[in-house]
């Protein structure tokens, strides 16, 4: 298939990649990566949580007021625009949460791994107000107690999913629905180290999409996609957009 050809559905399969223009780290590059400087496993995990909940907290009340803090690039903008142009034909698959496509005007947008915006209570899942977390918050991202939950008492967690947590279910069975009926895959900045999300292209390749992988650097899955875009995703998506936007 012509990698260029005009496409009827697209799914575009986000990581922390599409962020980092924004201003908000990625998870796995070198010296810039939130995982070259906390350990995943002390941070990111339930066992973590129960064990030094300040701790765990602060770095999440740390990381929304980051992603408040951070505007869209241009890239979303093209995303969302894209968006308007192909309706319900259109789906953003995220592994983010930052918020940032629906903020830019991403219509429909599937959050894989949870969102910073939704806290709730670590036994019952009651949902905390976000405001309440960013008022309690200080400065940086030092340690923080997590309020209790007004209902049960228990303490209040981020709403993302952490290492050893299964992805929420409705999530995941759109995307895999997506990918299978997809005739274009649009990989932004992800490593493809991580799964499940990392089995979306491979899923919708298999399906019969095209796979086009947009990131500065060559990943696993490079080698399999019918085109890799060498590029950040502020410079790509626009002209990738406006090329589609444009198609008859
Ligand atoms: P990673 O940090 O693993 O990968 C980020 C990718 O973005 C890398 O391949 C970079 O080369 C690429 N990148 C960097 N700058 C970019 C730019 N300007 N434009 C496009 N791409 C760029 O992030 P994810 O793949 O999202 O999970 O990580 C997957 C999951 O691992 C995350 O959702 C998180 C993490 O542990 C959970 O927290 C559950």
């Given at each position: 298939m012509d990698v260029m050809a005009p496409a009827k559905r697209i799914l575009v399969l986000t990581g922390a990649g599409m962020s980092a223009e924004s201003g908000i780290p990625t998870?796995?590059?070198?010296?810039?990566?939130?995982w070259a400087r906390y350990d995943p496993e002390e941070l990111a995990t339930e066992a973590a949580f129960r064990q030094h909940p300040a701790r765990v907290f602060g770095w999440y009340a740390w990381r929304l007021a980051l992603a408040r803090q951070a505007r869209p690039h241009a890239g979303y903008r093209a995303l969302a625009r894209l968006g308007d142009r192909y309706g319900g034909g259109l789906v953003v698959v995220t592994?983010?949460?930052?918020?940032l496509h629906r903020r830019a005007?991403?219509?429909?947008?599937?959050?894989?791994?949870?969102?910073?915006e939704a806290f709730r209570c670590v036994d019952h899942g009651h949902r905390f107000p976000t405001e309440e977390v960013l008022r309690l918050r200080g400065g940086g991202a030092g340690e923080l107690e997590p309020p209790r939950c007004g209902e049960c008492g228990s303490l209040v967690r981020p709403g993302v999913v952490w290492f050893g947590e299964v992805l929420p279910e409705p999530a995941l069975r759109r995307a895999w629905c997506e990918a299978r009926d997809t005739d274009t895959a649009l990989v932004v900045g992800?490593?493809?180290?991580?799964?499940p999300a990392a089995a979306i292209p491979g899923l919708a390749a298999a399906h019969g999409a095209r796979v086009i992988e947009i990131n500065p650097h060559r990943t696993p899955l490079s080698e399999r996609v019918d085109l890799f875009w060498q590029a950040g995703a502020g410079d790509a998506l626009p002209v990738l957009a406006a090329r589609l936007c444009d198609a008859p």
């Open positions: 998870f796995r590059d070198a010296l810039t990566g939130l592994q983010n949460v930052d918020g005007g991403s219509r429909s947008v599937v959050e894989l791994h949870g969102s910073l992800t490593s493809s180290l991580v799964y």
